[in-house]
């Protein structure tokens, strides 16, 4: 188990970092944020020489592959972190310097216990992108067929396992301070993080998704997922059809090939909610790097890869979904309050009224407008402090949802400045709603729950005493790592001492040091 020392001393290195590269101003500069929190990003920055243009992807880069996950979260974030910072996070996404491909070689053979050679007939040394924990090349199989392999970074499991366990620590003592911190949940952000990141370090499982989502998607046209090749696929190592297309984020490219970017950009909104909505199992990586288009102008074929991070919504939450989205694009937010409630998002002492009158300051500017005549900003911080002002605490199962709907927004945008989200959006969450919650859909669903509940009975009866939580909005969270709280430590020894003494003399201390060392380096 990590001591209190390591991870004090791994966050006041980190930053460090943050602060060479200009990148704590944002911190401290944020009304939200904890007094004690910008104490020590204070502390950490003491003596430092802060860059006067912030290189966000440069800190995060050098921290470690847990804040490069982050760092890519906030690069679809734009509305959050501004303009200039989300531009300079994308280098992270496909832009990192690539493993030596001796040590790939490695990794390769030691994985599948086989020579290189008795795997592929041919593989390019030199990789076709690079991220934080994976790196591509181009290969060609013994039967001639063109793939792209994907091949983990060696020991990335055991540093990522390293930062995270610090990252858990750190969010269990921002939570402990309680108001704003305690209402975002970080603990539980960590711990989903951390959930879908070790997702993705089983190949076998990106592997697995992929084919669901291509079983999901059979119908659908103009939507492929590369096929995998499962011979040549582990743990560590994933093998695909290579794709020949366009990026997405090529609008360059993808205008001179004659593709209408309307059209494209309608297209992903669709192909979004389908997933989301009829599904509940939907790609939830979409950034501009992970899509591609093919195929002639008249039939464009959008082809997503890398399916490391997918999500899942069970049946009644998208119901909820669904019924939000529909009651915001025609005005019924009494209906939209009532869902969150039902869902428990809102704590029962607050009213539906007051909540959808809440939700009418917010909702009606946005409705008949395009996107480019919205302010994402404005919108967020009014949705934002709905949530301050009603106590709702943060959904981290709906946190991958919000992710993605903001990345397919983003992109839409990118092909169609004039897209109108909720025109688009409408018809299909109306079609799905009439099909889901019509006179039809209501019979069968109630025949079958009948039948399933007279099977259950016996089952039941003898249960009948054991007690149920009410079923809410969320599932219910996993249990979170114990972490001890080093003032409530501090104050079982000394009830009058106070908790931040001991943190924030630890914390000096560490600044002073580190401000010491870069000192007597650069004399040297």
């Known amino acids: ?10 966050l006041l290195k980190w930053g460090r970092v943050l602060a060479r590269h200009g990148a704590l101003r944002g911190i401290e500069n944020d009304r939200n944020a904890p007094a004690p929190v910008k104490r020590i990003c204070r502390v950490a920055r003491f003596g430092a020489r802060q860059s006067p243009e912030p290189d966000y992807a440069g800190a995060f880069q050098e921290i470690g592959p847990a ?20 531009r ?11 493993v030596p491909f001796e040590a790939i070689r490695a990794q390769i053979e030691t994985t599948f216990g086989r020579p290189l050679d008795a795997i592929f007939a041919s593989i390019e040394e ?17 039967d001639g067929r063109t793939v792209a392999v994907k091949v983990l970074r060696p020991g990335i499991r055991e540093q990522f396992s390293r930062d995270v366990e610090t990252y ?31 997702r993705e370090f089983d190949l076998r499982r990106e592997a697995a998704s992929a084919s669901e989502l291509a079983d999901a998607m059979r119908g659908i046209e103009d939507y492929n997922v590369p096929a995998i090749d499962w011979d040549r696929t582990n743990g560590s190592v994933l093998t695909v059809e290579w794709i020949d297309g366009i990026k997405m984020s090529n609008l360059p490219a993808l205008r001179e ?9 309608r297209r992903l909104v669709l192909t979004f909610l389908t997933q989301a909505i009829s599904f509940g199992f939907f790609h939830a990586d979409m950034h501009q790097g992970n899509l591609f288009v093919r195929g002639g102008p008249s039939h464009p074929t959008i ?18 979904l669904a019924e939000i989205l529909y009651g915001l694009t025609t005005g019924n937010y009494r209906r939209v309050a009532e869902i969150h409630f039902e869902a428990q998002y809102v704590p029962s002492y607050h009213t539906v009224e007051e909540f959808a009158t809440a939700l009418r300051a917010v909702g009606e500017p946005m409705r008949g407008k395009p996107v480019s005549e919205l302010s994402v900003g404005q919108m967020l911080d009014g949705l934002f402090a709905i949530t301050r002002d009603f106590d709702m605490a943060v959904q981290p199962h709906l946190l991958l949802l919000q992710k993605t709907m903001v990345m397919v927004e983003g992109l839409a945008t990118a092909l169609d400045p004039d897209i109108n989200m909720w025109d688009v959006s409408g018809p299909f969450v109306k079609g799905w ?14 025949l079958r729950e009948d039948v399933d509940t007279l099977l259950r009975l016996p089952a039941l009866v003898r249960r009948i005493e054991e007690r149920f939580p009410p079923k809410g909005g969320a599932p219910e969270q996993a249990p979170l790592p114990e972490v001890e709280i080093i003032w409530a430590r501090r104050r079982d020894r000394k009830p009058e001492s106070n908790h931040w003494g001991g943190y924030a003399m630890a914390a000096i201390l560490g600044g002073a040091a580190a401000w010491a060392t870069t000192y007597w380096t650069l004399l040297a």
């Open 126 to 142: 030199a990789p076709v992108g690079a991220a934080s924990i994976a790196q591509v090349h181009r290969a060609v199989t013994p």
């Open 168 to 198: 858990e620590w750190a969010a269990a003592h921002l939570e402990a301070l309680g108001g704003e911190a305690a209402r975002l949940r970080p603990r539980a952000v960590i711990a989903n993080l951390k959930r879908w990141t070790l």
């Open 1 to 10: 188990m990590t001591s209190t020392a390591v991870h004090i001393a791994r």
């Open 88 to 98: 300079n996070l994308l280098t992270l996404q496909d832009s990192l310097p690539p």
């Open 67 to 86: 804040a490069i996950k982050l760092g890519q979260a906030l690069a679809t974030r734009p509305d959050l972190v501004g303009e200039i910072p989300a």
């Open 433 to 446: 709603i009439r099909d889901e919650l019509g006179p039809e859909a209501v019979i069968v669903d109630r």
């Open 303 to 320: 082809v997503a890869i890398d399916f490391g991070i997918m999500g899942r919504i069970n049946r009644q939450a998208r119901l909820w």
């Open 257 to 265: 090939a004659g593709y209408d970017l309307p059209a494209l950009a």
